[in-house]
C-alpha cells in the first residue's frame, strides 16, 4: 500500500468513527479497542490507530493509561466553555467569510438553509439534522480562508457535537436553528461582515442556551 493509500485509508477511517459517535453508535465512554475497530471494519490496525489519534486530537476521544482510548465526555462547565470559544471565533469566520465569498457559495448556503426549513415538516432525526448543521457551519469556515481558525473550529464543533443532539430531537431547537442560519446567510449576501459576525455569535449563543436547559431539565 503507497503513503496516499495509507492516508486515504486512514481518512475513510477517522470519518467512519467520527460519524458512528456523533449518531450515538458509539456513545461517550465506549471503549476505541484497535484491534477490535480493525476487525469490525476489516482493514489493518494501522489506519484504525492513526484515525484513533486523530480524534484524540479533536477532542472527541481521550486516552487513559493502562485503560486505552475511549469516546470522551465533556461535563456541564467544559460544554460552556466551548461553547464560550465558538462564539466569538464563528462569528469571527462569519465575518470574514463575508469579505471572501461568492454569489455562487451564497446560493450553496441558501440551498443548505432551504433543506434544513423543508425538512422541518418532517419527523426530527438527531443524526441528520446535526450533520445538515455541521455541514453548514463547515462550508462557511471554509470560505473564511483561515486554515488556523478552521482548525480550532473543527475541533471545538467535535466536542460539541458528543453533546448537541438533543437539541435537534425537538420542534423549537431545529426551527430556532433555521432561523438562525436564515439571518446569517442574509447578512452574508448583502455584504455587511458585522452583522454576520453577530449572527453567527448570536446563533452559537442561542444553541448554549437551549443545550445548558436541555442538561438542567
Known sequence: MTTTERELLTESVHAILREQIFSGELPPGTGLSVP???AKLNVSRTP???AVQQLIYEGIAVHTRNAGAKVGSLDANTIRSVFEVREVLDGLAAHRATMNITNDVIEEL???VAEQRELLDEPADARRDSLLDLR???RIRDVARNRPLSDALLRLDSQAHL???DIWSGETGRRLAVAEHQRIVDAIETGDAEAARIAASAHVAGLLVRITRALTA
Open 163 to 165: 453533546y448537541r443532539s
Open 36 to 38: 477490535a475497530l480493525a
Open 136 to 138: 453548514f457551519h463547515t
Open 110 to 112: 441558501r440551498l443548505m
Open 48 to 50: 484504525v490507530r492513526e
